[in-house]
C-alpha cells in the first residue's frame, strides 16, 4: 500500500515529501492458525480417550478417520487465519501513526476511511494466505492417505512451513549481516 508524507517548507528548504510503502504479508499469521486447528480437533480425540463413554468415543473416531476431517480443518484453518490476523493487526492504530506522522494513503481520506481501506486490504490478502496455509496443512497427510509412501508421513505442513519460515529468516539474516560489512557510509 502506497503512502504518502507531506512536504513541508521551512525557509527556502523542503522537508519530506517523501513515498514509501506499508508491506502487508498475505500470510500474517504464520503456522498460529494450524496449531489453533490442530487443537480443536484432537480436543474431542483427547477427551474420548479420558471418558469412556461409547457415543464420545464414535464421534471421535469419526472426526479422525472421516472424510469430513480435512473440510473441517480447512474450514478452522481459514477461520483461525482470519481471527488470528484480526487480533495481532490493528488498523486504527496504523491509521492513527500515519496521521501522526503526516502520512496519508492517496486517494483515501485520513481518519475513518483509511482505517476501513486498510481493513479491506487486509481482508483480501488474508484469504488467499489462508487458504494457501491450509492448503499445506492438508497436502501432505492426504498425499500420505494416497500413496502410502512411509516417508510422507514425517513431513507434515507445518513442520514444511516451520522449516521454510526458518531458511528465510537465515538467508536474510545473513544478507544483512553481509551488507552490514560491506558498508561504505558514515566509518570510512
Do not use: C
Request: aromatic share 18%.
Amino acid at each position: 500500500v502506497p503512502v504518502q508524507y507531506a512536504k513541508r517548507v521551512v525557509g527556502r528548504r523542503v522537508y519530506g515529501g517523501t513515498g514509501t510503502y506499508i508491506p502487508f504479508k498475505i500470510n500474517s499469521a504464520n503456522v498460529v492458525p494450524i496449531i489453533f486447528a490442530s487443537a480443536i480437533l484432537f480436543f474431542p480425540t483427547q477427551l474420548a480417550a479420558l471418558i469412556p463413554w461409547p457415543p464420545l468415543q464414535q464421534f471421535a473416531n469419526a472426526i479422525a478417520s472421516g472424510w469430513y476431517y480435512y473440510p473441517i480443518y480447512f474450514g478452522l484453518i481459514v477461520f483461525f487465519t482470519y481471527f488470528y490476523t484480526a487480533i495481532v493487526f490493528n488498523p486504527i492504530d496504523l491509521a492513527d501513526n500515519l496521521r501522526k506522522n503526516g502520512g496519508f494513503i492517496p486517494g483515501v481520506r485520513p481518519g475513518s476511511a483509511t482505517v476501513r481501506y486498510i481493513e479491506n486490504v487486509l481482508n483480501r490478502l488474508t484469504l488467499p494466505g489462508a487458504f494457501f496455509l491450509a492448503a499445506i496443512a492438508i497436502m501432505p497427510t492426504v498425499f500420505f492417505r494416497l500413496t502410502n509412501v512411509p516417508l510422507l508421513s514425517y513431513f507434515g505442513g507445518t513442520s514444511i512451513l516451520i522449516m521454510v519460515g526458518v531458511a528465510l529468516e537465515t538467508m536474510t539474516q545473513l544478507e544483512s549481516q553481509l551488507k552490514m560489512r560491506h558498508y561504505d557510509g558514515y566509518f570510512k
